[in-house]
RNA sequence: CGGGGCAUGGCGCAGUCUGGUAGCGCAUCUGCUUUGGGAGCAGAGGGUCGGCGGUUCGAAUCCGUCUGCCCCGACCA
C-alpha cells in the first residue's frame, strides 16, 4: 500500500471532544471517522485493524468447535415479545417500524434469534451440544455514547451461542469457551484477566468476564495475586473482619457539627478518620418505605450487593428527601443508629467495630462514641460495600488489589431462561420433550482495537502490537522526488518485501522527513524501514522498532530476510 | 431522564456582553527556496456564522423556537 495513493489525513491537533487516548489516537491517525453520536466510520487503515481482530476470533471460535452463522441485524418484535424482553429491554432498544407499520428492532444482541433458529433446527438431544457464532453489527442506544468506538452504539461483536441437553454438557463448553478466549486475548498480544461477574440484563447462573487492563477501564476489577481470585468490584465479596469487636472505651457524646453533611467534612471537623465515622444511607424498601443501611464512611455501597436484599427494593433507589423528613424528622447528612425507628442493616465492617462517629439524627449533630449494643440495638448484618484494596482475599490467598479494565469479552451460562420461552425443547433419550440449556459468550470486536490502544500508546502515537497491526512495516522514503536512485531502490525493497509476503505501507508522499517520521510513530505500525539518499550510498536502510526505538543499520539486500526474522520472533 | 455547556471554512479557536455585514492557527492549492524528526517566503481558494421565525435601517452578535453535539450525574446521608 502507497501512502501516495492512500487519502491519509492524520491531525497534528487533538480534536475537541475526544477525551480518552485511544479515541483520540484513532481519530489522529485516521482510523476511523465519526458520522454522529455512536456512529463510527472504520477508515482503510483501522478496518484493517478490525479485519485482523476478526480473524483471530474467527480462527479460535472455529478451533473450539463453534459454527459461524450470519443473523439478521433488523429482528421482529414478536420474537422479542415472545421473549419478554421487548418491555424489559428499555430505551438500549431501537425499534423502527417498516412500511406496514410493523416493529422490528435493531438487535443489540441474538438470544431470540439464535433461540428461534435452535427451536427449528434442533429436535434431538442426538443434535447436542451444538454451539454457532457470529461477527455482526449490533446497535445499542446508550444513553451516552463515549469514549469513541468504546462505547459506540453501533459496534461489532462476536457473539457466541451454546445449546445443549443438561447442565454438564453446558460447563464442559462453557470452559471451552473461557479457554478460546484466553487464547484469543493472548494472541492479540493484550494484558488481559478474567474475572467472576454479574450476569446482568441476560439472565442466568454463571459468568466471568474477561477484562484488557487499562488506566482508563469504566470497571473495577479486584484480584489477589497469591490465589485465583478475580472478580469485578461489583461482585467480589468483602468479608466480615476477623476476631471479636473491640470493647467500647468511649462514652456516646453529642457534638455540634454545623454544615458538616459529607463524611469528609465530618471527618475534617472532627479530625476522626473516615473509617472512624459511620453513614448511613436510606434506600426505597420492597415494602414501599425506607431501609436504613450503614457503611463504614470509608466504605462505598455495592448496589448490586444492597439489591440482593430481601427488604431493599430493586433496582435500588435512594430515599428522596422528603422521604428522609418523614422517616426521620431529619435532614440527610445527619443520620445515624441511634433511636432510628426504621428497620436497619449494617455493613459487616460498619457492624464490627467500636466508638464511631455518627449522625445524630438531627440537623448539624453528630454523635462521637457511638457503639452497637449499648446505644442501639445490634444490627442486622449483611455485605453491603465494594471490596478495596487490601481487604482479604475471598479464597484466602492474602490481600486483593484492585485494577481497572475494560471489559472486552463476557460469557455466560444462560441456563433454559431464552429456550423455556420460546419453547426451544428437544427430545431426551426417554424421548420427553426438553427445553435446552443455553450458554452465550460475547466478544467487543470493535473494543478491542480502542482497549488495544489504551494499553499499547506513547507520546508519540500508537503501538500496535504485532497481531493486529493495520501492516507490518513502514517503508519511509526519504526525499523521493530528489533522487531517481532513492525512488528506484524504493521501489525495489517495496516489491520485495511484498513478495516475501510482508504487509508494507510506503511512504512515498512527497513530503518532509519530519513529517513522515511523525505519521509514521502516530499511526504505530511496529517495524519502520528508511530508506535515504545517505544510506543508500552506503547499501543500507535504517530498521527502527517501534515499540523500544531500538535503530539498526541493514544491508539493503539483506532487509527482506531481516524482516522476515523480526515477524516470527515476535509471532 | 436530570443538570451544565457548545454549535463561526476540513480541524482547533477568536469575534457575541457593548448590533454596522467575519478573523487567526493548522490543513488545502500555486510558485520559489528548502529537504534525516511536523520548513521559510510570496500568493490563492474556501465560511453567511446549526435550522426556522422575530426585533432592527442593519443581526454571527438581541429575543423565541427547533435540531445536533459535548460534559457531569446514588456513594450525600
Redesign the pocket.
Known amino acids: 500500500m502507497r501512502l501516495s495513493r492512500l487519502p491519509l489525513?492524520?491531525?497534528?491537533?487533538?480534536?475537541?471532544?475526544a477525551?480518552v487516548v485511544s479515541h483520540q489516537l484513532m481519530l489522529?491517525a485516521g482510523l476511523i471517522r465519526?458520522l454522529?453520536?455512536?456512529?463510527f466510520t472504520w477508515m482503510p487503515l483501522g478496518l484493517k485493524v478490525l479485519r485482523k481482530v476478526e480473524a483471530i476470533v474467527r480462527e479460535e471460535m472455529d478451533r473450539a468447535g463453534a459454527f459461524e452463522l450470519l443473523m439478521p441485524a433488523v429482528q421482529p418484535a414478536e420474537l422479542w415479545r415472545e421473549s419478554g424482553r421487548w418491555d424489559v429491554y428499555g430505551d438500549l432498544l431501537l425499534r423502527i417500524r417498516d412500511r406496514h407499520d410493523r416493529e422490528f428492532c435493531f438487535g443489540p444482541t441474538h438470544e431470540e434469534v439464535i433461540t428461534d433458529i435452535a427451536r427449528r433446527e434442533l429436535k434431538s438431544y442426538r443434535q447436542l451440544p451444538v454451539s454457532y457464532y457470529q461477527i455482526q453489527t449490533k446497535f445499542r442506544d446508550e444513553?451516552?455514547?463515549?469514549?469513541g468506538v468504546m462505547r459506540a452504539r453501533e459496534f461489532l461483536m462476536k457473539d457466541a451461542y451454546s445449546f445443549h441437553l443438561d447442565q454438564a454438557s453446558l460447563e464442559a463448553t462453557y470452559q471451552r469457551m473461557a479457554e478460546a478466549y484466553a487464547r484469543i486475548f493472548t494472541r492479540l498480544g493484550l494484558r488481559f484477566r478474567a474475572v467472576e461477574a454479574d450476569s446482568g440484563e441476560i439472565g442466568g447462573a454463571r459468568s466471568q468476564e474477561f477484562h484488557v487492563l487499562a488506566e482508563s477501564g469504566e470497571d473495577a476489577i479486584a484480584w489477589c495475586e497469591h490465589d485465583d481470585f478475580a472478580a469485578n468490584v461489583e461482585l467480589a465479596p468483602a468479608l466480615p473482619p476477623p476476631g471479636p469487636r473491640p470493647a467500647p472505651t468511649a462514652e456516646l457524646t453529642r457534638v455540634a457539627t454545623p454544615g458538616a453533611?459529607?463524611?469528609?467534612?465530618?471527618s475534617e471537623l472532627l479530625g476522626v478518620p473516615p473509617s472512624r465515622?459511620?453513614?448511613?444511607?436510606?434506600?426505597q424498601a420492597s415494602d414501599g418505605g425506607c431501609v436504613a443501611l450503614v457503611l463504614r464512611?470509608d466504605h462505598?455501597?455495592?448496589?448490586l450487593k444492597?439489591e440482593r436484599l430481601p427488604q431493599v427494593a430493586a433496582p435500588?433507589?435512594?430515599?428522596?428527601?422528603e422521604q428522609?423528613q418523614a422517616a426521620t424528622g431529619c435532614?440527610?447528612?445527619?443520620?445515624?443508629p441511634v433511636g432510628l425507628q426504621l428497620p436497619l442493616i449494617a455493613d459487616h465492617a460498619a457492624a464490627a467495630g467500636a466508638d464511631f462517629v455518627?449522625?445524630a439524627n438531627e440537623v448539624d449533630a453528630h454523635y462521637t462514641g457511638f457503639n452497637w449494643g449499648r446505644d442501639a440495638p445490634e444490627p442486622e448484618t449483611a455485605d453491603l460495600r465494594?471490596i478495596v484494596a487490601g481487604d482479604p482475599s475471598p479464597l484466602g490467598g492474602g490481600p486483593v488489589s484492585i485494577a481497572r479494565g475494560i471489559e472486552v469479552g463476557h460469557i455466560f451460562q444462560l441456563g433454559d431462561k431464552y429456550s423455556r420461552a420460546l419453547q426451544a425443547t428437544v427430545l431426551d433419550r426417554d424421548g420427553r420433550e426438553v427445553p435446552m440449556i443455553m450458554g452465550c459468550y460475547g466478544i467487543g470486536v470493535s473494543r478491542i482495537v480502542a482497549a488495544a490502544i489504551e494499553q499499547n500508546h506513547d507520546e508519540?502515537?500508537i503501538i500496535w502490537p504485532e497481531p493486529m497491526c493495520p501492516l507490518e512495516v513502514m517503508l519511509v522514503v526519504?526525499?523521493p522526488?530528489?533522487s531517481e536512485s532513492v525512488t528506484a531502490a524504493a521501489e525495489r525493497l517495496y516489491e520485495d518485501l511484498s513478495r516475501a509476503g510482508i504487509e508494507v505501507l510506503m511512504d512515498d508522499r512527497d513530503?518532509?522527513?519530519?513529517?513522515?517520521?511523525?505519521?509514521?510513530?502516530?499511526v504505530g505500525l511496529p517495524h519502520?524501514l528508511?530508506?535515504?539518499?545517505?544510506?543508500?550510498d552506503a547499501g543500507v536502510v535504517?530498521y527502527?522498532e517501534r515499540r523500544s526505538?531500538a535503530?539498526e543499520q541493514v544491508p539493503i539486500d539483506a532487509v527482506v530476510d531481516f524482516i522476515r526474522q523480526r515477524l516470527e520472533r515476535t509471532a
Open positions: 489525513n492524520t491531525l497534528k491537533e487533538v480534536p475537541a471532544d477525551e489522529r465519526k454522529a453520536a455512536g456512529l444513553i451516552r455514547p463515549r469514549f453533611r459529607s463524611i469528609d467534612e465530618v465515622c459511620l453513614k448511613t444511607l436510606l434506600v464512611g462505598e455501597l455495592n448496589p444492597a435500588l433507589a435512594l430515599a428522596t428527601a428522609v435532614e440527610p447528612g445527619f443520620l445515624g455518627c449522625g465494594n508519540q502515537g526519504l526525499n522526488k530528489k513530503a518532509r522527513p519530519g513529517v513522515k517520521f511523525a505519521d509514521a510513530d502516530l519502520r528508511t530508506l535515504g539518499q545517505r544510506g543508500l535504517e527502527r526505538g535503530e
